[in-house]
């Protein structure tokens, strides 16, 4: 009776494939139908177990990783950023369908579970310029779906600083400059969830998109000057 009701006042075509959704192809409620969402499944068997990379060899760790030292110590993406994921992403970013919080955190929830149990999830912060254009926090909308279908703990610790510029226009190297002064702690989250001042020893990141790992870096060197031990990366795809 619910879905025939949705489907009266509420017609809608899939985000994706642009079918029509309704009857049996209306999954929750989010504008994908049941066929597209049953392709959100990670299918890569060999990854980098430092950023998820997709590998094509039994190395444990891409060259990047090997070349470099991150602040973190593990980020784990669900999937690689293309085809449905990369327009499924881009449709809740850029095209404002927030309804997909609820499917992105349903995504990500049995991965926090299973990887990272109990441990504070901390979204990153958007760009202040992004987030007056944009209306809405996607990473701060994804962690409030979170927080309501499952035990998570959200923290937003995290604040970000006027100025910075978009990173998908930069080179890794501009990527690194333009994030050195980027992020801050905010120093009454800090008090309110930890009043005591003793952080906790390991903290997770919540992303959308890990590329070069300079976000989920300078994010780590933050925290860990807090006293932070441990900071892992959960982000929904690798680029």
């Known amino acids: 009776m619910k879905i025939q009701i949705l489907d009266t006042l509420c017609p809608e075509r899939c985000v994706l494939c642009g079918q029509w959704i309704q009857g049996e192809s209306r999954t929750g409620d989010y504008p994908l139908c049941r066929a597209c969402k049953t392709l959100f499944r990670w ?78 999830l901390l979204p990153v912060p958007p760009r202040p310029e992004g987030l007056k254009v944009r209306g809405f926090d996607p990473i701060g909308l994804i962690c409030r779906e979170l927080s309501r279908i499952g035990p998570v703990r959200v923290v937003p610790l995290l604040g970000r600083s006027k100025g910075t510029k978009e990173q998908k226009l930069l080179s890794k190297q501009q990527r690194e400059e333009n994030l050195r002064k ?27 998109v890990f590329t070069t790992g300079a976000t989920l870096h300078r994010c780590a060197e933050v925290l860990k000057e807090e006293g932070v031990q441990e900071v892992y990366g959960l982000t929904l795809a690798r680029d």
């Open 43 to 120: 299918t890569v068997e060999q990854r980098c177990r430092v950023c998820s990379l997709e590998l094509t060899s039994e190395v444990e760790i891409c060259m990047e990783c090997r070349g470099r030292s991150f602040s973190f110590e593990q980020n784990v993406s669900l999937f690689p950023y293309r085809a449905h994921v990369q327009e499924a992403i881009l449709a809740y970013k850029s095209h404002g369908v927030q309804r997909l919080s609820l499917f992105f955190a349903e995504l990500l929830l049995p991965v926090w579970e299973k990887t990272f149990p109990q441990l504070p």
């Open 182 to 208: 980027a992020f801050f702690v905010k120093q009454e989250v800090l008090k309110r969830f930890f009043p005591e001042g003793k952080v906790p020893r390991s903290m997770v990141l919540l992303d959308d």
